[in-house]
């Protein structure tokens, strides 16, 4: 309850430190949302939905990786996008909880992806 209006906050404050002239300041704006939206990627997958939901954030965090580049150069782009993945992904396992698997006709666990395959028979 307390993480949707806290991250709409922050991604204003963000916004607005996209049009600074500092690049630190623009730096750091890019990699809040580079984590931000990898951590969406994450979200995605760890709930199960399907493998394209994933691709609308992932879309933010190539535009922050080409912001980055732009402003600091292609190695510092690599490292910050790819330490803003690495935490994302570390946070999303602590924040996100995955849906428990339902049981089909067998008792087996059913998992969200299991809908993308016909069973093999």
């Known amino acids: 309850s307390w993480f949707w209006p806290l991250a709409g906050a922050l991604l204003l404050v963000v916004a607005g430190a996209n049009f600074s002239n500092n690049n630190a ?3 750091a ?24 939901a994933g691709c609308a954030p992932a879309v933010f ?10 402003r600091a150069g292609v190695l510092v782009a690599v490292v910050e996008t790819l330490a803003c993945i690495i ?7 602590i924040l996100v909880t995955p849906p428990a698997a339902p ?3 067998t008792g087996v666990g059913i998992t969200s992806e299991s809908h993308l395959l016909p069973p093999i028979r």
């Not at 704006?29 to 394209?52: D, E, N, R, S, W």
């Not at 935490?87 to 396992?93: D, E």
């Open 87 to 93: 935490v994302a992904g570390g946070l999303s396992k």
């Open 25 to 27: 300041v623009v730096l």
């Open 29 to 52: 704006a890019q990699a809040y949302i580079a984590a931000f939206h990898a951590g969406g990627v994450f979200y995605h997958l760890i709930l199960g939905h399907h493998p394209a």
């Open 61 to 70: 965090v190539v535009m922050a990786f080409s912001v980055t580049w732009l």
């Open 103 to 105: 049981l089909n006709d």
